[in-house]
């Protein structure tokens, strides 16, 4: 049931509270609405007390916020001048700053001592090879140590960060990072994934044929075995830390120096190169993990993420707030379903995060964790890439744990954080996320551009924040980044999302507002569509677009079953009763099909527009941005037969 109480917070001794006691003398907060109205309105103080109170090192100076009439050119701290990986690097002790496993049960850990003296190697040769501020160095690696430490060197010199997971097939590397021009590029010889050992370099010299900026390349033993390459020119990254050459200067940049670049998914043409500052990423991810999230130092973070997906960035953020990261590479089901959590528990994980389908995926299995686990230290669940759906938050708190804090949160690539997030100090209600993120001015719009109130809209930001784009990458005038954000309303951030504030002042997403349902003249986000459907036993997930008609549209439904089992004309009638119950008559789909296999991105996210296209007869551009694409055929077929 939406709205029902969870859980509610049994100490009022976090961060935020902290916060607020420190800016008591500034303003009078009696709630967390006046925090975050306070925060959006008076955004030069909230920002320039947020910097003291977190202990941001850097030489901050007067101009905190010069606004503008035009949101994209409204800068924060533009004056301001720091060093991204100084920040995350203050301790130099021998406890851990890194703890790595992966699916095959190996394990190894880096102290601080040792990650700052590897970071200094690194960053020594990047400079031995004249890379200079604002290169670029690009990164097919998989969530490993090396991968944090290339990161960090590059920040350390001025250089722009890019990488993708080692998943992404030559196509999709090439036409993300032909774009940027690296001039080195970072790979591993291979990885495992669900017990298979991958060979990352079998496509090394087309990719190097396809982008000739690349001077340099670095190779990454996965493991302990030699690295038997003889056809191209390479350096082997352990003879770079053999090295006793280190730079150990953290010069400054200016607070909106480039740190690194993402990319959109590229599902709907070439991806967009989103450029991240350094200073804006470093702020926004404080303030997400000490206030919203209650991170402390010599906390255990733990994130299931690649390095494709934003996650990681934010988890290697939290660095800075002097806490242990925990990595895992690999298949979370490997070697078990509840391998994420063995090692939660062995290694006291206090903060735990993941995608919601991981979550879904466990509730359909019916896995009961608390059974096997304790997770004494566990005091923060997180949830995002999609919406996590009520079920979902009742199956952590009755299957997981009972006392701890589950934040769903939301945001995105496009602004490297969240929009609406967690709360240690409210309750958390089954199905919402709990609050606008401080900083963030969030509202719901309708169509018109009028705010509203529970009823179902488009999620938008109505004033700037520090971890906006500070450009995409070659776009003259703009003309992409206001494309991508500002065609709906005018100088007011649109972000895609169909979503609804609660009267708990809390939100819910309904999935992406360009991929809503309309039937009937009633507009629906798919999440609530799914969240009843794969309820039902025997369904592992499912997708639903619009399919358009002559005067008409109609809402299709492809299901994934578990493998021994069918879709019949029973189960079609069950899923419908269950829609109509549950939902509405208008919700109910005009069509209902069984599918072995539902596209996704790398990060896991479903592709309803690809869906869409394909059952509307529309082409479909950069399938080998998909994690399975493969399963579009399936798609193709089913269209040729409506």
């Not at 890194?98 to 699916?103: R, V």
């Not at 990047?126 to 944090?148: C, G, H, W, Y």
């Not at 990352?200 to 990719?207: A, D, G, P, V």
């Not at 096997?372 to 919406?387: E, H, I, Q, R, V």
């Amino acid at each position: 049931m939406f709205g029902k109480k969870l859980w509610s917070p049994s100490t009022t001794i976090n961060n935020i509270n902290l916060f607020t006691n420190y800016i008591n003398n500034e303003v009078k907060i009696n709630s967390y609405e006046d925090l975050h109205r306070w925060s959006v309105e008076k955004k030069e103080i909230f920002w320039d007390k947020f910097w003291e109170f977190t202990k941001i090192i850097g030489e901050k100076k007067d101009i905190i916020f010069r606004d503008s009439e035009n949101f994209i050119e409204t800068t924060f701290f533009d004056t301001s001048i720091l060093n991204y990986t100084e920040n995350c690097l203050q301790n130099n002790n021998d406890e851990d700053a890194i703890i790595f496993y992966n699916e095959q049960k190996f394990s190894k850990r880096v102290s601080w001592k040792k990650l700052r003296s590897n970071v200094f190697k690194i960053s020594y040769y990047f400079k031995s090879l004249n890379i200079k501020q604002q290169d670029r160095i690009a990164a097919v690696l998989p969530n490993m140590p090396e991968t944090v430490q290339a990161f960090l060197a590059c920040a350390q010199i001025g250089a722009i960060w890019s990488s993708c997971s080692s998943d992404f097939g030559p196509r999709a590397i090439v036409d993300r990072f032909k774009q940027i021009k690296p001039k080195i590029l970072i790979i591993t010889d291979h990885y495992f994934y669900n017990n298979k050992k991958i060979d990352t370099l079998k496509h090394i010299k087309s990719i190097i044929n396809e982008i000739p900026s690349i001077e340099n390349i670095i190779i990454i033993p996965y493991g302990e075995d030699k690295i038997l390459i003889k056809d191209f020119k390479y350096k082997n990254w352990n003879e770079i830390l053999k090295s006793k050459n280190k730079y150990e200067n953290f010069e400054k940049f200016n607070f909106n120096h480039p740190l690194y670049i993402l990319f959109s998914s590229g599902t709907t043409g070439v991806p967009k190169c989103i450029v991240h500052g350094a200073g804006g990423s470093l702020i926004q991810h404080k303030k997400e993990h000490q206030l919203h999230l209650d991170i402390k130092e010599n906390d255990k973070v733990f994130y299931f993420t690649t390095c494709g997906w934003m996650m990681w960035n934010w988890l290697v953020s939290s660095l800075a707030s002097k806490t242990t990261i925990v990595l895992y590479d690999g298949s979370p089901f490997f070697p078990n379903n509840e391998y994420l959590f063995d090692i939660a528990d062995k290694e006291k994980i206090t903060f735990f995060g993941t995608g919601a389908k991981y979550i879904d995926y466990l509730k359909q299995n019916k896995i009961i964790i608390k059974d096997n686990y304790k997770l004494s230290k566990l005091k923060t669940m997180a949830s995002t890439g999609s919406p996590l759906v009520q079920e979902s938050f009742d199956y952590v708190y009755y299957n997981i744990k009972n006392n701890l804090h589950l934040a769903s949160i939301s945001g995105g690539t496009d602004i490297i954080s969240c929009f609406v997030t967690g709360n240690p100090n409210m309750d958390v209600y089954s199905g919402e996320i709990q609050c606008a993120a401080l900083g963030m001015d969030v509202d719901i719009f309708n169509e018109k551009g009028n705010s509203i109130k529970q009823k179902k809209g488009e999620l938008v930001c109505k004033t700037p924040f520090p971890s906006k784009p500070i450009y995409f990458w070659n776009d003259k005038d703009n003309k992409k980044y206001l494309d991508a954000y500002f065609k709906k309303y005018k100088n007011v951030w649109h972000h895609g999302d169909f979503c609804e504030k609660t009267k708990n002042n809390g939100y819910i997403i309904y999935g992406r507002s360009d991929a809503t349902l309309n039937a009937g003249g009633v507009r629906f986000g798919t999440a609530e569509l799914y969240r009843v459907v794969e309820n039902i036993d025997n369904i592992i997930e499912c997708v639903a677009v619009e399919h358009s008609l002559c005067n008409d549209t109609e809402v299709i439904l492809f299901i994934k079953m578990q493998s021994q089992f069918n879709l019949n004309q029973d189960l079609k009638k069950l899923i419908k009763l269950e829609i109509k119950s549950n939902l509405s008559p208008k919700h109910v789909p005009s069509k209902i099909f069984q599918v072995k296999d539902i596209p996704k991105t790398k990060s896991g996210k479903i592709v309803e527009l690809t869906i869409k296209n394909i059952i509307n007869g529309l082409d479909v551009k950069n399938k080998n941005t998909l994690a399975n694409p493969n399963c579009l055929k399936e798609f193709e077929y089913i269209y040729k037969d409506l």
